[in-house]
Every structure is written in structure tokens, then in C-alpha cells.
């Protein structure tokens, strides 16, 4: 594996949110995650000429994170909410599959998402990423607020549905 900086960055960044919930549960802090998160971005990069491409990033880049927190446990070791390292062991063992999950479940909203109809998605988008609440949707598409919870009920639902397929669908052989 080369040293190249651009494959390394989208592999950690890919990476970070299973790494930053890893951190977190190990250590309850979100101070803490943003000390080790450093610290394991540094061990990575240092590593980075040993890793071996045909393995997953994510799972090495938990294994370097659960040494990370081994350290950073030993200078707290007097803190009893401190795990210990077999629940650390299956701790990143479980994040790891949780995160290949929700990365499936990502893939399949996706797919999902272009099957609603723009006028749904412009709804969804309103809610999701503007934050707006149902009654100011309602205001800005000009329908009632009753309406409006129906078309994200419906639409949820509808999405919920495509993604339980999608899945399905990705597991058979």
C-alpha cells in the first residue's frame, strides 16, 4: 500500500463515524473521543505503509482505536467506568458490524430515496434537512399541517418498506 495521502484520507473519512461511536462508548466523553480521535487519525497515517488493502479499513482502523483506548484507560485505570479490555474487544467487534449496517441501510435509502415522487422528497427535505417543523411545511407548500404529517407518515413508511426489500434482496446469493 503506498503512502498516498488522498486514499488514506477518504478511507478515514469513511471510517470516522464508526471510529468516533467506538470511541464514545469506551469512553463516555465526548472530550475524550476528540483527544483519541487524533491520536488514532496519527497512528493510522503512521501505520498506514503496513496496511494491508485487501482487508477492511474500517475494522483496522477500530483495531487501532481499541490500542488507543487501552492507553488512554491505563492513565485513567483508577476511574472504575472504565471497560475493561474483553468489553472493549467485542465493543469493536460490534461497532464494526453495526457501522457495515447502517452503511448497507445509507446505500439502500439512497436508492430508495430517487423512487419518491420530487414533490414527497421536496416534504422529506423540508422536515430533515431544513428542520422545519409540520406546520411551517404546511405554510410553505400550502397544504394543512394534517396533510402534510400524512404525506411523511406515508412516505416514511414507504421508504422503510423499500429499504427492508433492498436488503433482502442484497443477502440472497
Known amino acids: 500500500m503506498t ?45 498506514w505503509a503496513e496496511y494491508d488493502g485487501s482487508r477492511p479499513f474500517q475494522a483496522w482502523a477500530i483495531g487501532v482505536a481499541r490500542i488507543e ?12 467506568l472504565v471497560l475493561d479490555e474483553e468489553s472493549l474487544t467485542r465493543l469493536a467487534e460490534v461497532t464494526d458490524r453495526l457501522a457495515d449496517e447502517a452503511d448497507r441501510r445509507r446505500t439502500a435509502l439512497s436508492g430508495c430515496l430517487s423512487k419518491v415522487k420530487p414533490k414527497d422528497r421536496y416534504v422529506l427535505t423540508l422536515k430533515y434537512s431544513e428542520q422545519m417543523s409540520c406546520r411551517q411545511i404546511a405554510q410553505k407548500v400550502g397544504k394543512t399541517v394534517a396533510a402534510v404529517e400524512m404525506v411523511l407518515t406515508r412516505t416514511r413508511q414507504a421508504l422503510r418498506d423499500c429499504i427492508g426489500r433492498t436488503l433482502i434482496r442484497s443477502d440472497q446469493p
Open 3 to 47: 503512502n498516498d495521502p488522498n486514499h488514506f484520507t477518504s478511507a478515514f473519512l469513511r471510517a470516522e463515524r464508526a471510529l468516533r461511536a467506538f470511541l464514545l462508548i469506551a469512553t463516555g466523553d465526548h472530550h475524550v473521543v476528540d483527544d483519541l480521535i487524533q491520536n488514532v487519525a496519527a497512528d493510522l497515517w503512521r501505520k
Open 69 to 80: 483506548v487501552l492507553r488512554w484507560r491505563r492513565s485513567v485505570a483508577r476511574d472504575r
